[in-house]
């Protein structure tokens, strides 16, 4: 009677076993495959979707870099860029209603003298006086930023603008004008004549009203 009952938990035992050892062999043989698989493709689709934002990334930064430095072109150019400033100029002077008289530029006014904002009457009384004897030649003008320590490839540009406008809300709005260009600019100071002062704007104007307009700006001279 105890053979039997020891043979029956022996037959159990076995039984018991081999069901151990086959839900291992199945685990071993096709789930863990599976798994190992699943992860293996989770690991490859990761690497791929990093590498695709990479690439997106290295097919962006070019661009944004490009616009970056067409802005700051705009701001800072890496030339004097004289006739495009002198455009903004005659921009400003439109808008306001103003009439520009002269530029003078410092160590400049040879490239001003073939802007419209010059006429030909200017540039012959400015030759003539340029040989009248003893005659003091003009002052250029310079920039209180002339002064402070910069980095060696910033240039400074000043310039003495002479406008004359119909009374001060116009010569108000030539300055904002002015400085709403998109050139970075300081305007060093702006010197005003007494109303009555000046004549020739217009024939209807009575107190004209003139200003000389110091400003500097800036470029970079990769030199």
Same mark, same amino acid.
């Given at each position: 009677? $105890?053979?039997?009952v020891s043979n029956k938990r022996t037959g159990y035992l076995?039984?018991? *076993?081999?069901?151990?050892?086959? =839900?291992?062999a199945i685990y071993y043989f096709l789930i863990y495959p599976l798994n190992e698989e699943k992860t293996s493709k989770e690991t490859t689709i990761s690497i791929v979707e990093n590498e695709i934002a990479l690439l997106d990334a290295e097919s962006v930064a070019p661009v944004e870099v490009e616009e970056k430095s067409v =802005?700051? %072109?705009?701001?800072?150019?890496?030339?004097?860029? =004289?006739?495009?400033? =002198?455009?903004?100029? %005659?921009?400003?002077?439109?808008?306001? %209603? *103003?009439?520009? %008289?002269?530029?003078?530029?410092? $160590?400049?006014?040879?490239?001003?003298a073939d802007s419209s904002l010059v006429t030909s009457e200017e540039q012959a009384s400015t030759e003539s006086e340029d040989v009248v004897e003893g005659e003091q030649p003009t002052e250029t003008p310079v920039s209180p930023v002339a002064g402070t320590p910069l980095p060696p490839q910033l240039k400074l540009i000043t310039f003495n603008i002479s406008v004359l406008t119909k009374d001060y809300d116009h010569i108000n709005t030539f300055i904002k004008e002015l400085e709403s260009i998109e050139r970075i600019k300081r305007i060093d100071q702006v010197e005003f004549s007494m109303p009555g002062e000046e004549q020739g704007y217009d024939d209807e104007t009575e107190? *004209?009203?003139? *200003?000389?307009i110091q400003v500097t700006t800036f470029y970079y001279d990769k030199k």
């Open positions: 009677m $105890n053979d039997l076995l039984i018991i *076993a081999l069901v151990i050892v086959l =839900l291992g =802005l700051l %072109e705009r701001k800072v150019p890496i030339a004097r860029e =004289l006739d495009t400033l =002198l455009q903004s100029i %005659e921009e400003v002077e439109l808008v306001s %209603e *103003a009439k520009i %008289e002269s530029i003078e530029f410092n $160590n400049y006014d040879e490239i001003v107190e *004209a009203i003139s *200003a000389i």
